[in-house]
């Protein structure tokens, strides 16, 4: 039972413009959403998280929407470079277990940037 | 220092051979983390270490053995694999007692199973 959804497997932008990548989830008890992007070779590095009490979180280039009421989160890259051409992967947590942090990943999104 | 290190970075085994994974972090991190990836799959979360402390293990099977030796190391036994236990075998850290925070990953290592 995948939790934490990406529909779209790829996605190719033109330089300098948008990228959205969209995350959809099933557990309502999901309270804090993370995105990371990982590089072929590389471990996944953090990108910008997001806490269920909020909808918007915005970090330079790098903005993420929440709807909690549809259970969908996006993250949007503007002005989109060839650099952020990897694969971004959402991740969400059910509640904090005292000590660690354990999240669900999505099934990952390949974003090209198209020169 | 913001890095996860692992040693090695590529690993191919027989079946029969005993063989370790490490992972080090000197952030000051209290939690540790073993993940799997197949190919075009996400992590998969293996172990968890809180504090030194085993606090998950989700279901995995015995020939993968998490040794957690002090706060900054991790390590990962593995004794008779099977081909399909070959992937990419990732170690994440965060710190304990912050409630929002993310994972620092480390850069894996790849693991063959002949």
């Known amino acids: 039972d995948q939790q934490v959804k990406q529909n779209s497997p790829s996605l190719s932008v033109q330089e300098g413009r948008i990228s959205i990548l969209n995350c959809d989830y099933t557990?309502?008890?999901?309270?804090?959403f993370l995105w990371y992007k990982k590089y072929p070779a590389e471990g996944p590095t953090f990108l910008i998280s997001?806490?269920?009490?909020?909808d918007k979180n915005e970090d330079g280039r790098f903005t993420v929407f929440l709807n909690k009421s549809a259970k969908h989160l996006s993250l949007h890259i503007v002005p989109s470079q060839p650099g952020d051409s990897a694969v971004y992967f959402c991740?969400?947590?059910?509640?904090?277990?005292?000590?660690?942090?354990?999240?669900?990943f999505g099934t990952g999104t390949k974003l090209q940037v198209i020169p | 220092d913001t890095e996860v290190t692992q040693t090695p970075k590529h690993l191919v085994m027989g079946m029969t051979n005993k063989k370790s994974l490490k992972c080090e972090q000197h952030?000051?991190?209290?939690?540790m983390y073993w993940y799997k990836q197949k190919a075009k799959k996400p992590p998969e979360l293996m172990f968890v270490?809180?504090?030194?402390?085993?606090?998950i293990n989700e279901s995995v099977p015995s020939r993968f053995s998490p040794e957690c030796p002090n706060s900054s190391l991790l390590n990962l036994h593995l004794h008779a694999l099977q081909p399909e236990d070959s992937a990419l075998y990732l170690c994440?850290?965060?710190?304990?007692?912050?409630?929002?925070?993310?994972?620092?990953f480390g850069p894996g290592t790849r693991l063959t199973v002949l």
């Open positions: 994440a850290s965060s710190q304990g007692v912050v409630v929002n925070n993310e994972q620092f």
């Open positions: 557990n309502s008890m999901f309270d804090y």
């Open positions: 952030m000051g991190h209290r939690a």
């Open positions: 997001i806490s269920s009490i909020k």
């Open positions: 991740a969400a947590r059910a509640g904090y277990s005292g000590g660690y942090q354990k999240v669900t």
């Open positions: 270490y809180s504090y030194e402390k085993l606090s």
